[in-house]
């Protein structure tokens, strides 16, 4: 087999890496290659290399869950397809031990049995013959910590999946005790401060949205369905102590020319608004306030809480959700203008009083895939910390961004030339008052020798550069988003 050629990409050499799969040689999608190849390994370690001193304090596990695919793809391959694959760093006592391990879906055990993919990715063609769904539903997206377990979601909505946080076994699907009878996104929220998790759905096809309450003890105490015009393609919801916040966004697909020839292909409608519902968190969805605002994707919520009469929601609004194509990227060129990501934190106010939608930009540095301090979702925030997007073909992640909301100051750090990072995590500092006295934990990867990397920071000045740099024993493909489970919470498991 010959190798392929592939263009223009400053994370991408020429070289494979040497974990990574024979068979992406003969596929050219920047998205299989570079910072982005699989791995073949799973990998447990303990007494991790340390440059620096690790916090005494830090204490806890630092996950990420992202898509590594084990089989070569049927059709075209996008960044969202891959299998669930969690690199997990838990740190004790000045010292540091990972994991890595593939999360066992129904359909990575089928396609394991069955020794080649089954299932297309989120490009189609959807095939509603197949088992299960018509697109593989892979627990990809999210990972977050709820009622002593940790749970991976998929963005599109799917069946979520139990993991042990202290091995990261499978333990399969996750039902809540047979109450779950619909599917979870990624980004269903936990609340730290009631232990609830709040959850929505979404589907291709009716009931369009659904919104519900999981309590501290695992009841299902509160789901409800909500109108939409439409099939819609949220991908996050706000939260403050008494609300919900959930989108309706002027970009989704047609639901007949999915039906009848299998094609999703969603489309910005700039002249139509974006629309915020807010619904009490244990109200009939008929009950929702619906606020207009102006047309764009909002990919991530930061935080949202309640200031009298109104709700404050932070978060990053793309305005271009879908930038033009190039045309040399041939058949891969609507997939890599949909990843070229533009996105810049913004404000909105909801008046319940008067019905008024108030908003406003906050940065203009193109960013994303922001984190808080968790203890405060739901409540007043000024910090977060934020991955920096660079200019590039390709989606990629080049530094972290803090940003103070109150006085619009950014902190930068910058992981270096060939070196791209993930969604970081913010671990409290044990007796914190200050709302950004803690550490970020975020893994990097250095494109140069292909060595991964975990840095740790104090939160409070990320631009010092990091406290300690904790060498990962494998190369970690690029991935999606991470949690922090505090080590309390472990020992008490």
């Not at 909500?226 to 403050?240: C, N, S």
């Not at 094609?263 to 974006?274: Q, V």
Request: charged share 25%; aromatic share 12%; with cysteine.
């Amino acid at each position: 087999m010959s190798a392929v050629t592939l263009r223009n990409l400053p994370e991408h050499d020429g070289a494979l890496p040497p974990d990574a799969p024979e068979w992406i040689r003969d596929i050219d999608n920047p998205y299989l290659h570079g910072v982005y190849a699989p791995t073949t390994r799973e990998v447990s370690a303990s007494g991790l290399e340390v440059t620096g001193r690790l916090p005494h304090d830090l204490h806890g596990l630092y996950v990420r869950n992202g898509p590594n695919p084990v089989h070569a793809p049927p059709h075209r391959h996008h960044w969202f397809d891959g299998d669930a694959w969690l690199a997990a760093i838990r740190f004790e006592r000045g010292e540091a031990s990972f994991q890595s391990r593939w999360v066992h879906t129904k359909a990575f055990e089928m396609e394991r049995e069955a020794g080649h993919a089954i299932w297309p990715g989120v490009l189609g063609p959807y095939d509603f013959t197949l088992p299960i769904g018509p697109i593989k539903d892979t627990a990809n997206t999210d990972i977050t910590w709820f009622r002593g377990r940790l749970l991976a979601l998929w963005y599109d909505a799917g069946t979520p999946y139990a993991v042990d946080p202290l091995t990261l076994d499978t333990l399969g699907p996750e039902d809540f005790d047979g109450q779950l009878d619909q599917r979870l996104s990624a980004h269903s929220k936990p609340d730290e401060r009631t232990g609830e998790l709040l959850f929505f759905n979404y589907s291709h096809f009716e009931p369009w949205l659904g919104f519900g309450v999981i309590d501290a003890a695992g009841r299902m105490v509160h789901r409800t369905r909500v109108e939409l015009p439409g099939p819609r393609l949220p991908h996050d919801i706000g939260f403050t102590e008494r609300y919900v916040i959930l989108h309706d966004l002027p970009f989704f697909h047609d639901v007949e020319l999915l039906r009848d020839k299998g094609k999703r292909i969603a489309t910005f409608r700039e002249d139509m608004p974006s629309r915020f519902g807010v619904l009490p968190r244990d109200a009939d969805g008929s009950e929702v306030r619906w606020f207009e605002a102006q047309a764009g994707y909002v990919l991530h919520v930061i935080n949202a809480w309640e200031e009298g009469d109104e709700i404050v929601m932070d978060g990053f609004t793309s305005t271009n959700p879908l930038p033009r194509p190039d045309p040399e990227d041939g058949s891969l060129k609507a997939m890599l203008a949909y990843l070229r990501l533009e996105a810049s934190m913004h404000r909105w106010r909801f008046n319940l009083g008067t019905g008024e939608t108030r908003e406003h930009p906050l940065d203009d540095t193109n960013a994303e895939f922001p984190i808080i301090n968790n203890t405060r979702a739901g409540l007043p925030t000024r910090y977060s910390w934020s991955q920096v997007i660079p200019p590039a073909r390709t989606l990629t992640f080049s530094g972290l961004m803090k940003f103070d909301s109150v006085t619009g100051r950014r902190q930068l750090f910058d992981y270096g030339p060939g070196v791209y990072g993930s969604e970081a995590a913010f671990a409290p500092r044990p007796g914190a008052v200050d709302e950004d006295d803690g550490y970020v934990t975020t893994f990097v990867t250095d494109t140069a020798d292909w060595s991964s990397w975990c840095l740790v920071f104090d939160a409070r000045d990320i631009a010092a550069g990091p406290l300690a740099r904790v060498r990962i024993p494998q190369r970690l493909p690029a991935g999606f988003h991470a949690t922090w489970v505090d080590g309390a919470r472990l020992d008490r498991r």
